[in-house]
């Protein structure tokens, strides 16, 4: 059975960090993409950065390039998503998801068929 379990969000100023983990199991970690999603209340759930392992091939959305970085410890079928420099509208349900062979583009939630309960990251102002 896959499973993806996110853990590290919460509260925090604008200007701060939280790191988010992904932990997968039921599947290849290195057969698949695996990508972290956003839906904030009255909005449509967006992309935000995907990675596959095998080749370290990376993609982020332009509203976040320069402040997440995206990482993966392969021994630990874990990836993690480094926020910096957070502002109020990073405000959003953070979904981890997994199930596309690469990292597509333009990251939609098409490909990706297995996702996590999601956590939530509020920032302040």
């Known amino acids: 059975e896959v499973q993806l379990v996110e853990s590290g969000g919460g509260l925090v100023q604008a200007g701060g960090s939280l790191r988010l983990s992904c932990a997968a199991s039921?599947?290849?970690?290195?057969?698949?993409?695996i990508a972290w999603f956003r839906q904030a209340p009255g909005k449509e759930r967006e992309g935000v950065s995907c990675?596959?392992?095998?080749?370290?091939?990376?993609s982020y959305a332009d509203s976040v390039k320069g402040r997440f970085t995206i990482s993966s410890d392969n021994a630990k079928n874990t990836v993690y998503l480094q926020m910096n420099s957070l502002k109020p509208e990073d405000t959003a349900v953070y979904y981890c998801?997994?199930?596309?062979?690469?990292?597509?583009?333009?990251?939609?939630?098409?490909?990706?068929?297995?996702w996590g309960q999601g956590t939530q990251v509020t920032v302040s102002s």
């Open positions: 039921g599947f290849t970690f290195d057969d698949y993409a």
């Open positions: 998801s997994a199930g596309a062979l690469w990292c597509p583009v333009t990251l939609t939630t098409g490909p990706f068929g297995a």
């Open positions: 990675i596959r392992s095998s080749d370290e091939s990376i």
